[in-house]
Each structure stands twice: as C-alpha cells, then as structure tokens.
C-alpha cells in the first residue's frame, strides 16, 4: 500500500490554517461568502476515508471532506477540508482501491443545500449543510445506522412538518457476518428524516435486513420505490443463497420500507452456459421513466467461487425498468465494456444533461467507457473515451493495483459542463470537460487527497 501524503497532523494543520485565516491568505476565502469564493460556479467535495489504517481493524481513522471552488473554466480551487466527525473504513481487502466497494458514500441533496457522508469505521453517517460560498457546516452530530460499514447513502425530496427529505444509507454487513468477508457478507438498509436544519433523525422500524452485501443505494425519480444492488449475488459462501444483483423495496407514506423486498433480478445466473462471470453490480442510476442502469464487476466466477485475477472478465452494463407494482422489466443484460477483458471492473457511471449518453469508470483499467442510451437500451460507444495510466490487461496478477491510477467514483456538474474522476490509488481528481458523447481532458487537481483509501466525490 502507498504511503498517505495527506497524515492526520496534516489534516489538522490545515484545518487550523483554513479556520483561523482571513479571504485574502486561503485560495477560495473562509466561510463568510468573501473573497474568492464569489467567483465560483460550483463545487466538488472528496472524502478521504480516514487517515491511516487502524492495525488490526477495518478502521482508517478520522474522516474528512475536502471542499473545491468550481471555477467556470472547470478547474478546481482548494476551499479546505472538514472532519466528518467519524472514522473511516477498508472492507476490500487493503490495496487501498475502493475500500467500501461502493458509489455514493457522499450525495447530495437536488437543491444542493446538504452533503451527506458516511463514516464507515464508526458505522455512522454525517450530514453537512453547503454554505452560500460552498464551506461546510456540520448539522447536528453523526447518527448511528445501527450496522457495520456504512458505505452508500440516498436522499429523496419528500417536505413535510419540518421534514425536508427522506434519507436510506446501505451498511455492507452485520456482526454475525462480518468475519467471512465479501463472499459471506449480509447487510442492511436503514433510513433517517432530513430535517429542515439539515440535521438527521432515525426513522423507527426502517430497518431491512439484506440476503447480500451491498455496494450502493438509489431512490427512483419519483421517489415510490429504493433500490439496492448487492457486489455477492450468486456467491457460492453467501448463505442465503441470494443470486439477487438487484432488489426493490416500497417506500412507505411513513418513510419505512415496504416488509420485504417487492422484486429482484439479476443479468447472470450462477452456472450459465455461456461461462460468464457473475455481476458485482457496484454503481448505478434510475433515471428518466424508472430506468434502472446497472454497472457490473464480472468477478465472481460462474460457480460462484470468490474472484481471482486470471479469471476476471470485461465488465458490463445492464438494464431494467420498474414497473408500477414495482416489478423489474429487462431491457438489454450484460453489454461489455471492453473487449478480451481490457474493460473489467465497470464500477461507476453518471449521465450527461441530456440523458442521452453516460460515462462508465473502470478501476483498475483506469479509463471511462462511453455509452449511448434511449429509453433503456444502451450500446457501447467508445471503450476509451477517457484513459489514464491503468493496467492494460488481464496477465498482470495481482500486482496491477501498483501499476493503475485506479479510477473509482465520479460525478459530472450540475450544469452538465465537466465530468470530475477520482483516482483512488493517486490522490487525484481529473477534470473533463463534456462534450455531448466525448471527453476533452482539462487537468488534474492534487495534493490534498491521500494516495488510497479514498472514497467519493459530488460536484455541484
């Protein structure tokens, strides 16, 4: 594992400069809405997971955001960095690349007032208020979720006697299944009240147990159902026998979950004919008429046996659309993203404004795929419309996470203008401009990220 350039002592010594300093001695200003600040178009926010491994825990220690000005022309403007006041955590194995195998351990509310952070060493999560200048601002304390590794959060409008939205985070296991790691793993969704003040508050027998571990958790659009894509479905060690890549819940009028899941579906069943590696669906999107857009790790082999690296396959992207009683309609399963497996871990995506074409991010091949996309059905467009320094193939064993950049979350603008891509093993956050279906490098931003464990990014 790479060295952490960003120490806790660093952290605080920064933290002590951005509070105590005046607009005219920190890049951006401080947290008055002065200074530099009033010349940014938006924001990006980064989470570090922690400081440093914990030995003998899955604990990486205190948490923080770093917060970036948007500049128009698309790069960035360190603002600085906030403690999430809690821990982070490694539950991949400690290479450091995507140590909670998830998307959006940070989001965002859609009116961009909140930032919400999960804290999986402390098993907790932290809401954030976005101040005027884009700074930070805690809102009440962490909350507890009741489980071990919190690790993808979701938010959805729903205002209402001081209520602002409805929040469910995904926690990838419980206490009894925490030793068996990723094969045997069994997690839970939780869900908590966003108040008006941007604080959280529990929401009473929301609480669901899960037959998987999962990796990310999404509202639909119109806010009627919650999605949760699982990285073991089909797992030979996985006791409850799930091969549920995805599953659906209903949302409740009183913000619980409909008592068991009202549908499943996966692209690939354990044992298929055609020799295909089981999906580790990691990040995905419901977009447009409850299109459900599923990214897929092809690790886990046909039989179900854990991943190894001969055996990884080009990842994939596949589709389905929920129907009014919630059910799950395929659209088209397992399109590649590369071919002779120079396309595998297919773990993040995110659509262009137009909703016509979306980007996916491959770790360890360190490059974004282009896809094209009308009412649910996706073709591939270009393999590489982005690469950065990755591994080139499938024959590098396991020492490829020395030899890639690593490129894990990413999020494009609101203004649908630039694509921000978090290097996980580089500390790094590379800017794009977007360009209707391709990708035009802008520049990189570093320094104040550590070298690996981080996880997350929102731009605003």
């Known amino acids: 594992m790479k060295n952490l350039r960003l120490s806790l002592f660093t952290l605080l010594a920064v933290a002590f400069t951005y509070t105590s300093c005046k607009d005219d001695d920190f890049p951006g200003g401080g947290g008055d809405g002065g200074g530099d600040n009033d010349d940014f178009v938006g924001a990006v926010y980064a989470m570090t997971n922690g400081d440093g491994q914990v030995a003998g825990t899955n604990i990486q220690g205190p948490n923080t955001i770093i917060s970036y000005g948007r500049n128009a022309d698309g790069t960035l403007t360190p603002i600085g960095p906030v403690f999430t006041g809690g821990n982070g955590g490694d539950y991949d194995g400690g290479e450091g690349l995507d140590p909670l195998i998830s998307a959006y351990a940070l989001t965002k509310t859609d009116d961009n007032k909140n930032l919400l952070a999960v804290n ?31 690790n993808s959060i979701a938010y959805s409008a729903r205002s209402a006697n001081g209520v602002k939205g409805i929040v469910y ?10 030793a068996g790691g990723e094969p045997e793993q069994q997690g839970t969704v939780t869900g908590f009240w966003l108040l008006e003040d941007g604080s959280l508050s529990a929401i009473a027998g929301s609480t669901r147990n899960l037959a998987n571990r999962p990796s990310a958790v999404q509202f639909s659009p119109d806010g009627n159902w919650l999605v949760v894509a699982s990285i073991n479905s089909g797992a030979a060690a996985l006791a409850s026998g799930s091969e549920d890549e995805i599953v659906v819940y209903a949302v409740n009028g009183d913000g619980t979950l409909s008592a068991n899941q009202v549908a499943a579906a996966t692209s690939t069943l354990r044992g298929n004919t055609e020799g295909r590696n089981l999906p580790s669906a990691i990040g995905f999107q419901i977009v447009g008429n409850n299109y459900v857009v599923v990214t897929e790790a092809r690790e886990f082999q046909p039989d179900g046996t854990p991943p190894a690296f001969p055996a990884l396959q080009d990842g ?5 659309q929920i129907q009014g009683d919630g059910s799950l309609s395929p659209i088209t399963l397992d399109v590649r993203s590369g071919e002779g497996n120079t396309g595998r871990t297919a773990c993040w995506l995110d659509f ?57 979350d990413m999020w494009i603008s609101d203004d649908g203008q630039f694509l921000y891509q978090l290097f996980g093993l580089d500390g790094t ?16 931003e570093s320094g104040n990220l550590p070298d690996t464990n981080t996880q997350g990014i929102v731009a605003i």
């Open 316 to 320: 994939s992207v596949s589709t389905w």
């Open 352 to 408: 262009t404004s137009d909703g016509n074409t979306f980007f996916v991010s491959n770790a360890i091949e360190a490059g974004l795929a282009s896809y094209s996309f009308d009412n649910g059905v996706v073709e591939l467009i270009d393999q590489t419309a982005a690469v950065g320094t990755g591994t080139g193939g499938a024959d590098n064993g396991p020492d490829a996470f020395a030899r890639t950049d690593g490129w894990i």
């Open 120 to 150: 999986a060493g402390s098993n907790t999560i932290t809401s954030f208020n976005i101040q005027d200048d884009f700074s930070l601002e805690q809102a009440g304390d962490p909350v507890a979720t009741g489980a071990v590794g919190p």
């Open 429 to 444: 956050i590379g800017i794009y401009r977007v360009n209707g279906q391709s990708l035009e490098f802008i520049g990189e």
């Open 169 to 178: 985070v995904s926690n990838i296991t419980r206490q009894e299944f925490l």
